[in-house]
């Protein structure tokens, strides 16, 4: 019933009959059970709620923005801690993360020193974030995807989070560097490498293996803890 009321089990075409009288309808809920189960309701106002809750539901779930930090095997370790600065504040932000290591010319046979680069942004991001997809080359890039946990992502709207945030990247810019400027320079050299030769792809040695399992290990593990923490399924 409409009222939550256990008509027990009935004749069909008395529930029919029932539901018409109330102006509602009958529906089936338990298809399959023996007897089916069926309940009696105004489905169009059902449908209606249901749809508002899922657009409500859909509004609030966090969309990802992914952000782009840019480097170079030739970037200073200077540079390099303006760089780790930006993916932090992104992460916190609430965003993904992919950092996007360019070679030009010969640089490619210095593929140890851009590994060593991305394996100390892993490092300084790893209590905000996991390693959602280990360094890979595609053409000659190489690319690290960073996501934030679920403690990040529930700190992301605190205002002292906020204000921090605000704070370091003003600071950063009144030193040199723009986060805005780097974004414009991330579309750019992406748009360039359309049109280019791919590279030869690289097979990292065993013991560099060995290490991307670890740290992979390392960021399911903080995630796992994240979740439960925060009562996730």
């Given at each position: 019933m409409a009222d939550g009321e256990n008509k027990g089990v009935i004749d069909t075409r008395d529930a029919l009959d029932l539901a018409r009288n109330l102006h509602m309808d009958l529906i089936e809920v338990a298809p399959t059970a023996n007897p089916p189960v069926c309940r009696i309701m105004d489905y169009g106002k059902f449908m209606y709620e249901k749809e508002k809750k899922d657009r409500a539901a859909k509004k609030s779930q966090k969309q990802f923005d992914i952000k782009g930090v840019q480097l170079r095997p030739k970037t200073t370790e200077h540079h390099l801690g303006f760089k780790i600065r930006a993916a932090r504040r992104f992460l916190e932000s609430g965003n993904k993360v992919k950092v996007t290591l360019r070679f030009k010319g010969r640089e490619m046979a210095h593929l140890h020193v851009a590994r060593g680069m991305l394996e100390k942004v892993v490092d300084a991001t790893d209590d905000l974030a996991y390693v959602e997809t280990m360094p890979n080359i595609e053409g000659r890039t190489m690319l690290l995807i960073l996501a934030p946990t679920q403690q990040t992502l529930a700190n992301t709207h605190l205002r002292a989070t906020q204000q921090r945030i605000s704070e370091e990247r003003e600071a950063d810019k009144v030193a040199?560097?723009?986060?805005?400027?780097?974004?414009?320079?991330?579309?750019?050299?992406?748009?360039?490498?359309?049109?280019?030769?791919?590279?030869?792809?690289?097979?990292?040695?065993?013991?560099?293996?060995?290490?991307?399992?670890?740290?992979?290990?390392?960021?399911?593990?903080?995630?796992?803890?994240?979740?439960?923490?925060?009562?996730?399924?």
């Open positions: 040199g560097y723009d986060e805005e400027a780097e974004e414009a320079e991330a579309h750019e050299d992406e748009e360039e490498d359309d049109g280019m030769q791919p590279a030869p792809q690289y097979a990292p040695a065993p013991e560099v293996k060995a290490r991307e399992r670890k740290q992979i290990s390392r960021g399911k593990l903080a995630q796992k803890r994240a979740d439960e923490q925060f009562g996730l399924p």
